[in-house]
């Protein structure tokens, strides 16, 4: 039998309790060992609680992009409008603000098929510029990211587990449809 293919689709409400899940699982195998253990867990469990992910969901300004293989979802991204720090210039900006994947999927093409879903997300919602910060520590992400075709462009502070940490910010062009495409 061939391998079942990866898909992505936008989250309902029904997804909640598994998002959560997926949430809670992916940030801790995430930071685990470039972070402090004790404030993972709760950041844990003040964000990935079912109910505020039902709330998340039903946000208009926000999409969660689910991946999956068959029935088991194994990673998603977090789509959404929000106040972009100075140092995104591009026009329209939106950020991509989570991108999480089960280990054990890494390195198989399904985060960059995570990113193009958030560009096309993106692109629908009519922004013109991606953008997202990321810990600094986290080397992998940041050279995943570049990959992908993001830049640095400066860094923003962000509070996490009573410490402030300054994260470098990229972001990259929402490619446009074009208007000269043949029919
Ligand atoms: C970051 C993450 C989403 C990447 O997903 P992935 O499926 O492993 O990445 P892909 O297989 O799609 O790789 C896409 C491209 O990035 C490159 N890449 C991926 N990981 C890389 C790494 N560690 N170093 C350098 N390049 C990397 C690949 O070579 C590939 O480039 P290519 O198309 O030129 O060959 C995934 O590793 C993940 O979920 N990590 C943990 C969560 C996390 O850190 N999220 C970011 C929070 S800000």
Redesign the pocket.
């Known amino acids: 039998m061939p391998d079942p293919v990866f898909q992505v689709r936008r989250a309902g409400r029904a997804d909640a309790s598994n998002l959560a899940e997926l949430a809670a699982s992916?940030f801790r195998?995430?930071y685990f060992l470039i972070s402090d253990p004790v404030e993972v867990e709760d950041y844990i469990r003040t964000n990935f609680t079912t109910k505020l992910l039902e709330e998340q969901i039903a946000d208009d300004s926000a999409t969660f992009i689910l991946g999956s293989i068959g029935d088991r979802f194994i990673?998603y991204a977090l789509v959404r409008h929000s106040v972009a720090p100075d140092c995104v210039t591009g026009p329209v900006p939106i950020e991509l603000s989570?991108?999480?994947?089960?280990?054990a999927?890494?390195?198989?093409?399904?985060?960059?098929?995570?990113?193009l879903a958030s560009l096309r997300e993106a692109r629908e919602r009519n922004g013109q510029t991606l953008w997202?910060?990321?810990?600094s520590e986290?080397?992998?992400?940041r050279?995943?990211?570049?990959?992908?075709g993001f830049v640095e462009i400066g860094a923003r502070d962000f509070l996490f587990g009573g410490r402030i940490y300054n994260d470098p910010v990229m972001s990259r062009a929402i490619p446009q449809r074009s208007h000269h495409a043949p029919p």
């Open positions: 992916t195998d995430t990673g989570r991108l999480y994947l089960e280990q999927f890494h390195g198989r093409g399904y985060g960059s098929a995570l990113v997202l910060s990321v810990y986290n080397m992998k992400a050279a995943f990211y570049a990959a992908m």
